[in-house]
């Protein structure tokens, strides 16, 4: 697993598929990555990841399959299923995958940062999938105020809102399973031209995966 995917804080996953193989192995580690990333809180079944590993894109889980740069593939949110927003406070869970391990502040809410993505694009190298599906902090007038992961607009304005990743299928409320997030300036090499825009046509809800 660790030579064929990179599990990265931001909530999404890497994925080289000819490390990562065509066997049951891999179909396993392929629903369980599903689970994480998609934050469905459980690895949906081996077949259904077999299907989606065969097809080598789709959505299942929750989670969004599609090809990236130099033949690897992405693994991010489905955008089509993210969790409506909630309140951002000490503790607070949003989309089963994040946790505001920050103070938070009472009022404000998280939620994704959805369509403020495209005036976003020059400050990130991430993919626009995974950027649309970030963790955003909205203030009580509902406008976008800080986006943790970025560091936007400073790390001052994000202070009280630090968010992990910290999936509910892992168990885990606190501690972040990845390594350093990605922030405004370190690009990404393998995501810098990865041309991963749109939408899926359609959510794990169909039976194309």
Do not use: H
């Not at 990265?8 to 000819?18: C, K, L, M, N, Y």
């Not at 810098?192 to 194309?208: F, K, L, Q, W």
Request: hydrophobic content about 45%; glycine content about 14%.
């Amino acid at each position: 697993m660790a030579v064929a995917a990179e599990i990265r804080p931001e909530g999404f996953a890497r994925i080289q598929p000819t490390a990562l193989g065509r066997d049951a192995v891999a179909a396993a580690a392929l629903a369980w990555l599903a689970g994480l990333v998609g934050g469905a809180g459980f690895a949906p079944s081996p077949a259904r990841a077999a299907a989606l590993l065969e097809a080598g894109g789709g959505t299942l889980a929750g989670a969004w399959l599609r090809p990236a740069k130099g033949g690897a593939w992405l693994l991010a949110r489905d955008p089509g299923t993210i969790a409506a927003p909630v309140e951002a406070v000490a503790g607070a869970g949003w989309d089963g995958r994040f946790r505001m391990t920050g103070p938070g502040r009472a009022g404000w809410r998280v939620g994704a940062v959805g369509a403020a993505a495209a005036g976003l694009r020059g400050l990130s190298d991430l993919p626009s999938a995974v950027l649309r599906a970030l963790p955003a902090i909205l203030d009580p007038n509902g406008a976008l105020a800080a986006v943790p992961a970025m560091d936007y607009p400073s790390s001052n304005a994000c202070a009280p809102f630090v968010m992990t990743f910290a999936p509910v299928m892992t168990g885990n409320t606190t501690r972040e399973i990845s390594g350093r997030p990605f922030k405004r300036g370190q690009p990404d090499t393998m995501f810098n031209d990865e041309g991963c825009r749109g939408t899926p046509a359609g959510t794990e809800t169909d039976n194309r995966t």
